[in-house]
C-alpha cells in the first residue's frame, strides 16, 4: 500500500483518540489534505495510464471537467505538461499519453513563478 493511505489511516487513528476537538480537526484537516493530493494522483494516473477522458475522470471523482485541469497540474506525473494557465488540457494529456508509449523522459517542469502581492486597488497617497 501506499504511504499516503499509511497517513490517512494513522491521522484518522490520531483523531479518534485525540483528547480536544482542537486535536481531532488538526488530525481531520490532514486527513482531507492526504486525501486531496491521493485523489489528484489517481486523477492522472487515470486519464495517462487508463485512458480515460478529462471529463470521466472528473466524473468518477465526482468533480466537473474544469475541475480536472488544475488538479492534474499540481501532480508531479503531468505537472510538466501544464500550460501556462496552470492546468492541464486534453491535449496536454495525449502528449503525456505519447511519452508514456514511446519512452520518452518527463519535459522539465517549468519553474514556479514566486508569488507576489498584487493590490486589489491603487491608493492615492495622501
Not at 484518522?12 to 481531520?28: F, W, Y
Not at 486531496?36 to 480515460?52: C, I, N, P, R, T
Request: one cysteine or more.
Amino acid at each position: 500500500m501506499s504511504t499516503r493511505y499509511e497517513m490517512i489511516r494513522t491521522h484518522l487513528d490520531q483523531a479518534e483518540s485525540a483528547d480536544s476537538a482542537a486535536q481531532v480537526l488538526q488530525h481531520l484537516r490532514c486527513v482531507l489534505r492526504e486525501v486531496g493530493l491521493l485523489l489528484d494522483e489517481q486523477l492522472a494516473s487515470a486519464v495517462v495510464d487508463d485512458e480515460l477522458s478529462l471529463a470521466a475522470a472528473g466524473k468518477h471523482a465526482g468533480l466537473t471537467e474544469n475541475a480536472v485541469g488544475p488538479r492534474l497540474a499540481s501532480t508531479a506525473r503531468l505537472a510538466p505538461y501544464a500550460t501556462s494557465g496552470g492546468r492541464v488540457t486534453a491535449e496536454d494529456v495525449r502528449r503525456a499519453r505519447q511519452d508514456k508509449y514511446t519512452g520518452n523522459p518527463l519535459p522539465a517542469a517549468a519553474p514556479a513563478e514566486p508569488m507576489r502581492f498584487k493590490p486589489r486597488r491603487k491608493t492615492n497617497p495622501s
